[in-house]
Every structure is written in structure tokens, then in C-alpha cells.
């Protein structure tokens, strides 16, 4: 007698900006398919990707084989307006209650729709839900110990979050129908100024306690990433400065926090310095 498992679904778009990478969406969309409860429908939106075509094939080709799985969409944004506004460009394609948002450089745990859907049902009245992240420079697909489905939640203020960006992208989920949607033209902490706007507007959302995602990490300096250190840094101090404009927060917090950022900063770029200083003395070493 032959066993038949249900596929049990659930009411949610998952959206995936992309960009340059060929390389790593099918690993994201991989883990998507991989969920105990697999979402309505996958969004990927094409940044205008600068590859000779390589995204607009890898993103075919992650259609035509997971298709039979759950409906997955292809959009293309043009000209190139980074991943806040294709994120948009997704979130207002969704059809489902739920909007969950993966980078194509990340992989989710498999009950993660599964543990978070649940509890957002069960509490209506939150608006986006954030969890757990952790950081994999050489790991496998496994994951560690199954999290409990009793999970721990604590409601996230704009207070708390002035400190430290709480919420990895990668680990939100968020009502369809919330109003607010990423700043045009922002490139740098454009997530860290969304989260910030819909709790200060009011938008009650909370932490889930498990660990229910990962990025890969690249190595420190690579990628432009010291380049591009000052514009985060920008990025991170315009969105504080939003929330003393709106008047969520009284200046002196508002201040202080700035203040702490830049603390932050130094030590970020004095540690990228002392990376890149390292590369270069062991490869002039080996010239020797």
C-alpha cells in the first residue's frame, strides 16, 4: 500500500529581489520548496541585472522546475533601482495575506513559514514578525536542532530598535496590506528605515525566538564592501534622523543613537582596514 503525503501551503508570497545572481538563486528558491508548508506563490524580480543574461536564465530556469510546486512569477524592473524598489515591485504583485522576503544570497530553516505563518494567524493584530539569522561561511544545508513550535516572542518598539537593526530582511514576514513600502532612490539601510516607519507609525510587530535563517557571508573587504561601508553608515543615519522628524522619538535619544552608530562604524572600518592590511602582507609573502 502506498503512502501519500498532503502538501500543506499556506497563505503567503514569498519575494525575491535579483540581481547578479546566477550563482545563488537556486539555492534561496531550493530552501523555499524545501518548507513544511510551502507558500502560494514565488516573486522574483529581476533588478536589471548587468550579466549577459545570466540572472533572467537562472530565474527560468528555477520556474520551469519548481512551477509544479507553487505558481512563481518573473518580473523585470528597468533600469536598475536596487532591491528596496523590486522588493515593492513584488509586494505589490502578491496575492497572498502574508509577504515573506528572501534575498537570493540567503536560505531559510524548513519550518520557517511553517513556525511563522502560525503564529501571525494566531496574532492578527501584528503587523510584520521578524526571527533569528545566522551567519554560514562554510556550512552544508543542514540545519542544527528543530526549533520548538512553542516559540518565544517579545514585541519589537522603535526604541529598542534605534540601537541595532533587529531585523535581517531575510527573516521578515509582513501583512499584504500594509501601507508602507521602501523608499525610492535608497540604496543603503533602506530596510533598516521601513522597519523603523511601520513601528513608528504604529505597526505592532515582534521577534520570533528561533533561528530560522542564514546568509552566506563573504569575506570582509570583498566585494566593494569597504567601498561602500560610508553609504551604509548614510544610510543607517538618515533613517535614525526620520524617526526624530516624525517626531516617534524625542531628539536626544534620537542623537545618541546617531552617536552610537558612528561608534560602530569606526570600529567596522578600522576592523576592514586591518583585514585588507592583512591580504596584502600575505600576498606580498608569497611574491617573496
Not at 524592473?77 to 524598489?85: L, S, T
Request: net charge positive.
Amino acid at each position: 500500500m502506498t503512502e501519500h503525503t498532503t502538501v500543506q501551503y499556506c497563505d503567503v508570497s514569498v519575494v525575491i529581489p535579483c540581481y547578479r545572481c546566477a550563482a545563488t538563486l537556486q539555492r534561496a528558491v531550493a530552501s523555499v520548496a524545501a518548507q513544511t508548508t510551502l507558500p502560494r506563490e514565488v516573486i522574483l524580480v529581476d533588478d536589471d541585472s548587468d550579466d549577459s543574461g545570466k540572472t533572467s536564465a537562472a530565474m527560468e530556469q528555477v520556474q520551469a522546475v519548481y512551477s509544479s510546486v507553487f505558481d512563481v512569477m518573473l518580473r523585470h524592473q528597468v533600469p536598475n533601482q536596487g532591491p528596496g524598489i523590486a522588493r515593492n515591485l513584488g509586494w505589490d504583485l502578491a496575492r497572498s495575506r502574508f509577504v515573506a522576503l528572501l534575498d537570493a544570497d540567503d536560505a531559510w530553516h524548513p519550518r520557517k513559514l511553517e513556525i511563522q505563518t502560525t503564529w501571525m494567524i494566531a496574532h492578527s493584530l501584528i503587523v510584520l514578525t521578524c526571527h533569528g539569522s545566522e551567519v554560514c561561511r562554510a556550512c552544508t544545508d543542514v540545519w542544527g536542532p528543530q526549533p520548538s513550535s512553542q516559540v518565544r516572542t517579545r514585541e519589537l518598539g522603535v526604541r529598542g530598535l534605534i540601537w541595532k537593526n533587529l531585523v535581517p530582511t531575510r527573516t521578515v514576514m509582513i501583512q499584504r496590506v500594509c501601507s508602507e513600502r521602501f523608499v525610492e532612490g535608497s540604496r543603503f539601510a533602506e530596510d533598516f528605515d521601513l522597519w523603523l516607519r511601520i513601528i513608528g507609525n504604529g505597526g505592532r510587530s515582534a521577534v520570533i525566538g528561533a533561528c530560522l535563517a542564514r546568509s552566506y557571508e563573504f569575506p570582509l573587504g570583498s566585494s566593494g564592501l569597504s567601498s561602500h561601508l560610508w553609504a551604509m553608515e548614510m544610510g543607517e543615519l538618515c533613517a535614525l534622523e526620520g524617526v526624530s522628524r516624525r517626531h516617534q522619538l524625542s531628539t536626544i535619544w534620537v542623537r545618541l543613537a546617531q552617536a552610537f552608530s558612528l561608534l560602530k562604524f569606526l570600529r567596522r572600518a578600522i576592523a576592514v582596514a586591518l583585514h585588507l592590511m592583512t591580504l596584502k602582507a600575505r600576498h606580498k609573502g608569497r611574491l617573496q
